[in-house]
């Protein structure tokens, strides 16, 4: 189908997973116009004047949230903030109700991140406006997946027949999951490397390559994406300690030094330096990841214009 036909007007983001390639073109490129707009002395346009979103959060969120939230201001709708601890569910409201609540509003989207997996495909089922999941427990994060893969295009000039290792704990992953169903969707290879007891049992059913030893993940790889270790979403037990996860599978100059010379280095943060990351490369010259901050708002502006008006990219001089 040609860009031009594709639309993702009135669509709910919800997983990458069911993304079509096309889908995943028209939101790059159209970030790629967006990112324009970010780089202008005055950022506003009034291209969603009239258009209200709600950012839903039930779980803590810095690059996230604020990027949604100046993603919708800069493109001129109005953006409101809600989070748990200031909402009523802190008196025992249920999702449910806290959705059509929102609802009776009026509101046009709804960017919502939740603990539970499967909670924003819920939440498309329970009421009308556009959901955009902004992460589902271990599930998916598809605007992480996107953006990702917006930094990598950028900097590679193509997705298609790059390596791309992802490091770290991918059972607890939800950017892990979003980043491979996207990546493979757009022709990248995928590894993966972690601790045993931090890889799905069933991860190479999903077209990928999976390594108890980080250095084959490694070798010779375009682009090498470190995930955070998910403390919060973890049992004890998963690793004997955080020096040895460091020690073992931590992502250091020399263990980088495996990649190709021109490599990649991502990271979804926050990050826990010194443990899955260590500082020098972290700011070093082949690091992206504040890059990758700022392409996150460009694809979140591409998302909130898609959904509400239709396929056709916005111009950064509007």
Same mark, same amino acid.
């Given at each position: @189908?040609?860009?031009?036909?594709?639309?993702?007007?009135?669509? +709910?983001?919800?997983?990458?997973?069911?993304?079509?390639?096309?889908?995943?073109?028209?939101?790059?490129?159209?970030?790629?116009?967006?990112? +324009?707009?970010? /780089?202008?002395? &005055?950022?506003?346009?009034?291209?969603? $004047?009239?258009?209200?979103?709600?950012?839903?959060?039930?779980?803590?969120?810095?690059?996230?949230?604020?990027? !949604?939230?100046?993603?919708?201001?800069?493109?001129?709708? %109005?953006?409101? #903030? &809600?989070?748990?601890?200031?909402?009523?569910?802190?008196?025992?409201?249920?999702?449910? %109700?806290?959705?059509?609540?929102?609802?009776? @509003?009026?509101? %046009?989207?709804?960017?919502?991140?939740?603990?539970?997996?499967?909670?924003?495909? !819920?939440?498309?089922?329970?009421?009308?406006?556009? &959901?955009?999941?902004?992460?589902?427990?271990? +599930?998916?994060?598809?605007?992480?997946?996107?953006? /990702?893969?917006?930094?990598?295009?950028?900097?590679?000039?193509?997705?298609?027949?790059?390596?791309?290792?992802?490091?770290?704990?991918?059972?607890?992953?939800?950017?892990?999951?979003? #980043?491979?169903?996207?990546?493979?969707?757009?022709?990248?290879?995928? +590894?993966?490397?972690?601790?045993?007891?931090?890889?799905?049992? /069933?991860?190479?059913?999903?077209?990928?390559?999976?390594?108890?030893?980080?250095?084959?993940?490694?070798?010779?790889?375009?682009?090498?994406?470190?995930?955070?270790?998910?403390?919060?979403?973890?049992?004890?037990?998963? !690793?004997?300690?955080?020096?040895?996860?460091?020690?073992?599978?931590?992502? #250091?100059?020399?263990?980088?030094?495996?990649?190709?010379?021109?490599?990649?280095?991502?990271?979804?943060?926050?990050?826990? $330096?010194?443990?899955?990351?260590?500082? /020098?490369?972290?700011?070093?010259?082949?690091?992206?990841?504040?890059?990758?901050?700022? #392409?996150?708002?460009?694809?979140?502006?591409?998302?909130?214009?898609?959904?509400?008006?239709?396929? =056709?990219?916005?111009?950064?001089? =509007?």
């Amino acid at each position: @189908m040609p860009k031009s036909q594709v639309s993702l007007r009135n669509k +709910h983001i919800l997983e990458l997973k069911t993304m079509t390639p096309a889908e995943m073109s028209l939101i790059l490129d159209t970030a790629q116009e967006m990112k +324009h707009i970010i /780089d202008r002395d &005055i950022k506003k346009v009034p291209t969603l $004047r009239g258009k209200s979103i709600i950012n839903l959060f039930f779980e803590a969120s810095t690059r996230t949230r604020t990027s !949604f939230e100046l993603a919708g201001k800069y493109l001129g709708a %109005d953006v409101v #903030n &809600i989070t748990t601890s200031a909402s009523s569910v802190t008196k025992g409201e249920s999702l449910r %109700d806290t959705l059509l609540t929102v609802e009776a @509003m009026g509101v %046009d989207v709804i960017v919502m991140r939740h603990e539970a997996e499967g909670s924003a495909h !819920f939440a498309a089922q329970a009421v009308k406006p556009v &959901i955009i999941n902004a992460g589902d427990g271990a +599930h998916e994060h598809p605007t992480q997946g996107l953006l /990702d893969m917006f930094t990598i295009r950028e900097h590679k000039g193509k997705l298609a027949g790059l390596k791309v290792a992802i490091i770290g704990d991918i059972l607890h992953s939800r950017v892990a999951r979003s #980043n491979i169903w996207g990546l493979k969707k757009m022709g990248a290879e995928v +590894h993966v490397a972690g601790p045993a007891t931090l890889l799905p049992r /069933d991860i190479e059913q999903l077209g990928v390559k999976a390594y108890t030893r980080v250095e084959e993940a490694l070798d010779g790889a375009d682009v090498v994406n470190v995930l955070r270790i998910q403390r919060e979403r973890q049992q004890k037990g998963l !690793f004997p300690s955080p020096r040895e996860y460091a020690r073992i599978f931590g992502i #250091n100059a020399k263990r980088l030094a495996l990649a190709k010379p021109d490599a990649l280095l991502l990271h979804p943060g926050p990050m826990n $330096r010194g443990l899955e990351i260590a500082p /020098d490369i972290a700011y070093g010259e082949q690091s992206v990841i504040q890059e990758q901050v700022k #392409n996150g708002l460009a694809v979140r502006m591409a998302l909130l214009f898609l959904v509400l008006m239709g396929g =056709n990219k916005v111009e950064a001089g =509007n």
